[in-house]
């Protein structure tokens, strides 16, 4: 039993084995073959993509896809597929019929192909009678003096007229002369050149003869001019277009000469001027004024921006002519007729939404302009009316880039007037560089660069709404050189664009009125400054110094007014172009955005100068840290009875002080706007809302737009609004918080500091300029601070049940911070103390880390001048000098305005009740608008530049942490030098 289910597993083993060796790998891979792999007795199966053998009797077809008769052999069967063709061969003597399916014998002969002789020349094979019956043997015959062969040479066809008609045969002899396929009487034709101009030559040649010309130029002139031939006309203006429709190249002999003549011959059709009877409308009228044709009012249809509006489309149609002059119909614009860049229908045809800035633009292979482009003209028209059964067609007249009058390209110029307008444009030339029928273009003319330009219509430099002046096309065409550029085949970038245009001479003007008013009202308030800080300062005169601080504040104010100025007219063309319905408004073009980007540069310079002054302003205040706590008592050395010494006083901790700078040191830099935050938060609501979906150049003001549609390009001026916008909230909402909410319920950092400041025992004195400052009145209440934790919690308790005075500086007063102006007494006095004390710091600071430093004569010189300083300003504020004294009072309200003072501060200073934090002006703290700013400033000119709102935000966030640490690193070492804290206590 054992054995035999031994043999059964082995029997399931064997099995599996056999199962899995059988078990190929799925592969998704062919072999690579192409229908030029194929031997001539194959064909290429387009099903399998390789080649597979033909049958007997059989060879490859012509195109390679299929398999035919050989030589000498008859079909039998065909039911169109490859495998289904059979073939026999013919008796001796006779070959196959030309369709395949019969044998016959040749009276001319058997080729050794075992094909029947072609006929003489003029005559004609004839295998089958009228009714369709197999001869017995093919004949030649004649074709009469005015038929000839067709292609095929099966049948006689009748030969051109204008042959029979001079010569009665198909036979155009001397002297008469045939061109284009025509036959014309001996010196009836005019001359004509056939060189046609190009930029991309070799060497200095200039121009080519065209094969093209040398076939079709005298023959479509004679036609034109003798017949009024309709489509010679077009041939002949089409070669007018193909040289640039210059009249000066070889200018008596050219096509576009013939065509001016031409057109006066003819004379005008109907009311338009330069338009010739039986003739294509190449140029406009030289005598019309350009100005008027631009600026012409007819078109009476009111666009509108609305998506369900009939009007929200521009109707445009293209005449469509051949090479050749074939008209080849009248066709929409829509579908990407005009354009080279190919993208889906539904974005191509965004270019015809009314109000839509349309921007396409793409890199085609070079050798695409010979093989994949056929060479055709157009004539554009605007369909317009004011009702359905009354539309009319608008002619849109074309700006060719490279037309040329007197050697000088006319179009560039500015000034409207030097234009010369013309009609017909091309997307692509591969004929006019032909040398012979049979070579590829020399060189090939494309349009590089095709904008359609829509002015709005406006009326005593106001809108009308909804109307436009007639569309202009802009043309410019670029080369390629077939010996140069097709075999390495590189590409070319083509551009097709939809702008519109509104003259802004009105509203350039308001802004610069409105910008001049208030850059006048800015440098009044100014110098009203720059005044007040010459009084702060002591100055008696106006000098160069306080002609230079009126140059910085007027920096910082006119930074304002350029900044203002520019956000409200941004601002007034988001909202009013995304949301308008018949349309009066269109975003500047991007030589119009010139003013707003040199507005928004020059914003940015002058607050950055702002910004510099600021900061020197605040890392070099003078401040000092009052001590008003006194000695408690002596220190005696020794218990021995013998020692009869009082001791010495007992020193009085530093502690308090340096808690106190160290305080003061970290809100340096302490704002209510937190920049991470703030950067975070506009960065999320343009990035992930889609904000930045608003400041496209289409009316849309979708924030999530289908990616079906056509997302128009972004508009600098849209950008700065949005961004400038969403900065503002954003950072509004931040200070309504923190001034709100957070500093009322939760933590008021300024107010802690006093509070703090009256705790230590501590009062804060600082001079911002020479004569003007603030202070922080922190003596206690208590007489004194260096105590034990029982007495310090016995203090505040004692303050809660009001069992002590007040913290003012007044008696029964609460008010602690004031603004000082003081008199320049007390400023000579200040600096008589101070300038040792600073030689002493300068001295200790040259000797750290050296064994010496601290132990010498300069520590106590130093000790000395702070216990000096301390004491004269303790002496100071308790009014203890005669001749330097000060008073309390409030502020009037327009010295509040105009953040001044009236007073003169000759015989006393005066100390101002502060209902606020005033010192948060040498602070972060009290600069939120010149700090946000200048953020956003930043933000935005980054963004300008890279047109990237990410980027911008992360340049600005790095700006910003650089400007705190400096701000910290440069306040820390003022606050250090000023105050004597040793800036190692300052952590």
Same mark, same amino acid.
């Given at each position: ?26 592969? *998704? ?10 031997? !001539? ?23 390679? %896809?299929?398999?035919?008769?050989? #030589? ?7 039911? +169109? ?36 002789? =072609? ?45 029979? $008609? ?25 001359? #004509? ?19 093209? @010309? ?63 009877? $039986?003739?294509?409308?190449?140029? *406009? ?17 009111? @666009? ?73 003209? &157009? ?61 590829? =273009?020399?060189?090939?003319? *494309?349009?590089? $660069?095709?904008? %359609? ?62 910008? +001049? ?12 400054? $720059? ?42 063309? %988001? ?17 119009? !955005? ?17 910004? =510099? ?96 549609? *056509? ?9 700065? #609004? ?26 008021? #950092? ?40 029982? !007495? ?25 911070? @004031?603004?000082? /102006? ?14 040792? /004390?600073?030689? =002493? ?18 520590? !106590? ?41 009236? &007073? ?10 502060? +209902? ?6 040498? /602070? ?14 930043? @933000? ?10 990410? /980027? ?36």
């Amino acid at each position: 039993m054992a054995a035999y289910s031994g043999e059964i597993v082995l029997f399931w083993a064997a099995l599996c084995f056999v199962f899995i060796s059988n078990i190929r790998a799925a592969t *998704y891979s062919i072999p690579l073959n192409a229908i030029g792999d194929c031997q !001539e007795s194959q064909y290429f199966d387009l099903a399998e993509l390789k080649c597979k053998d033909c049958g007997d009797l059989q060879r490859q077809t012509e195109n390679g %896809l299929s398999c035919e008769c050989a #030589a000498g052999n008859k079909l039998i069967e065909n039911r +169109g597929a490859p495998s289904s063709i059979a073939c026999q061969p013919c008796p001796a003597g006779a070959a196959a019929t030309q369709d395949g399916w019969n044998c016959i014998r040749c009276t001319t002969g058997l080729s050794p192909t075992n094909e029947c002789v =072609a006929c003489e020349d003029g005559a004609i094979g004839v295998e089958y009678l009228i009714d369709g019956k197999l001869q017995t043997q093919k004949s030649c015959q004649n074709c009469k003096a005015t038929t000839q062969p067709d292609e095929a040479g099966t049948r006689c066809t009748r030969c051109d007229e204008s042959v029979i $008609s001079l010569a009665g045969t198909c036979v155009c002899n001397s002297p008469r002369v045939q061109t284009g396929g025509l036959c014309f009487p001996a010196n009836s034709l005019s001359e #004509a050149t056939y060189n046609v101009p190009f930029n991309s030559l070799p060497d200095e040649q200039t121009s080519l003869t065209s094969w093209f @010309f040398v076939q079709n130029l005298r023959a479509a002139e004679y036609m034109c001019r003798v017949y009024q031939n309709l489509t010679s006309c077009q041939l002949l203006g089409n070669m007018c277009v193909m040289l640039d429709y210059s009249q000066e190249f070889q200018a008596e002999t050219s096509a576009c000469f013939h065509y001016l003549a031409l057109q006066t011959q003819q004379g005008d059709f109907g009311e338009i001027s330069g338009w010739p009877n $039986s003739m294509p409308w190449l140029y *406009y009228d030289p005598e019309e004024d350009t100005e008027d044709i631009v600026r012409e009012t007819k078109i009476t249809t009111k @666009f509108s921006a609305k998506p369900s509006s009939e009007n929200s489309k521009l109707k445009m149609f293209v005449g469509t002519y051949a090479a050749n002059g074939t008209y080849l119909g009248l066709q929409p614009t829509t579908g990407g007729t005009v354009q080279l860049c190919k993208d889906t229908v539904r974005k191509m045809d965004a270019a015809y939404t009314f109000a839509t800035t349309y921007t396409s633009s793409c890199d085609i292979n070079v050798q695409d302009f010979w093989n994949n482009y056929e060479t055709l003209f &157009y004539d554009m028209y605007l369909q317009f009316g004011d009702n359905v059964e009354a539309q009319e067609l608008y002619a849109i007249p074309v700006l060719l880039d490279s037309y040329k009058e007197d050697q000088n390209y006319v179009n560039r110029k500015s000034r409207v007037r030097d234009w010369q307008l013309t009609r017909r444009f091309f997307l692509v030339d591969n004929l006019s560089g032909k040398e012979t029928i049979d070579t590829p =273009a020399k060189v090939v003319r *494309y349009a590089s $660069s095709i904008e %359609l330009e829509i002015s709005i219509q406006q009326e005593a430099g106001e809108a009308r709404e909804g109307k436009i002046y007639p569309p202009l096309l802009k043309v410019k065409y670029g080369e390629v050189n077939y010996d140069e550029d097709y075999e390495s085949n590189p590409t070319r970038k083509v551009t097709f664009a939809v702008t519109y245009f509104m003259r802004r001479g009105g509203s350039n003007k308001n802004i610069s009125i409105t910008i +001049g008013v208030l850059s006048a009202v800015a440098l009044l308030y100014a110098m009203v400054k $720059s005044n007040a800080w010459r009084r702060r300062a002591g100055l008696i005169y106006i000098d160069i110094s306080t002609m230079l601080k009126f140059i910085l504040f007027a920096f910082g104010l006119l930074a304002d007014v350029l900044f203002v100025s520019t956000l409200g007219t941004c601002l007034y063309w %988001l909202l009013f172009f995304k949301r308008q319905d018949q349309v009066y408004l269109v975003l500047p073009t991007r030589g119009q !955005e010139e003013k707003f980007t040199i507005y928004v540069s020059v914003a940015f310079v002058f607050k950055l100068f702002d910004l =510099a002054h600021l900061l020197f302003s605040q890392i070099t205040a003078d401040i000092f840290l009052i001590d008003w706590e006194r000695s408690r008592g002596r220190v005696v050395q020794s218990s021995d009875p013998s020692n009869t010494s009082k001791g010495t006083m007992a020193p009085i901790s530093i502690w308090r002080t340096y808690f106190i700078a160290n305080e003061w040191n970290e809100i340096q830099e302490t704002r209510r706007i937190n920049s991470v935050f703030q950067i975070f938060a506009v960065l999320f609501f343009l990035e992930v809302i889609g904000l930045k979906h608003l400041t496209t150049t289409d009316p849309r003001s979708d924030v999530s737009p289908s990616p079906d549609d *056509y997302t128009g390009d972004q508009s600098r001026v849209l950008r700065f #609004a949005v961004a400038s916008g969403m900065y503002i909230i954003i950072g509004l909402v931040q200070w309504l918080f923190f001034t709100l909410i957070y500093e009322r319920f939760v933590e008021d #950092a300024l107010q802690n500091f006093v509070d703090l400041c009256s705790m230590a025992n501590v009062s804060v004195f600082v001079l911002a300029n020479n004569n003007y400052g603030f202070y922080i009145h922190g003596r206690s209440v208590h007489g004194f601070a260096d105590t034990d934790m029982k !007495e310090m919690r016995t203090q505040m308790k004692r303050e809660e049940d009001n069992l002590c005075g007040q913290r003012g500086l007044l008696p029964n007063s609460d008010q602690q911070t @004031f603004e000082m /102006l003081l008199p320049t007494k007390f400023r000579e006095q200040y600096n008589k103390i101070y300038q040792p /004390l600073q030689g =002493a710091v300068a001295r200790i600071e040259g000797q750290r880390g050296r064994p010496t430093a601290g132990g010498d004569q300069g520590n !106590e010189r130093l000790n000395q001048a702070y216990a000096t300083m301390n004491k004269f300003l303790c002496t100071f504020i308790d009014h203890g000098m005669r001749d330097i004294d000060y008073m309390v009072k409030d502020k009037l309200l327009f010295e509040q305005i105009l953040d001044m003072e009236f &007073y003169d501060p000759a015989e006393k200073g005066f100390f101002f009740n502060d +209902g606020g934090h005033a010192f948060n002006k040498v /602070l972060f703290h009290g600069q939120e608008v010149t700090l946000l700013t200048f953020e956003m400033l930043l @933000f935005c000119i980054v963004d300008l530049i890279f047109t990237n709102y990410a /980027l911008a935000g992360i340049i600005t966030y790095l700006a910003m942490q650089f400007l705190i640490k400096f701000r910290d690193a440069a306040g820390r070492n003022n606050l250090a030098k000023k105050t004597l804290v040793d800036e190692r206590f300052l952590i």
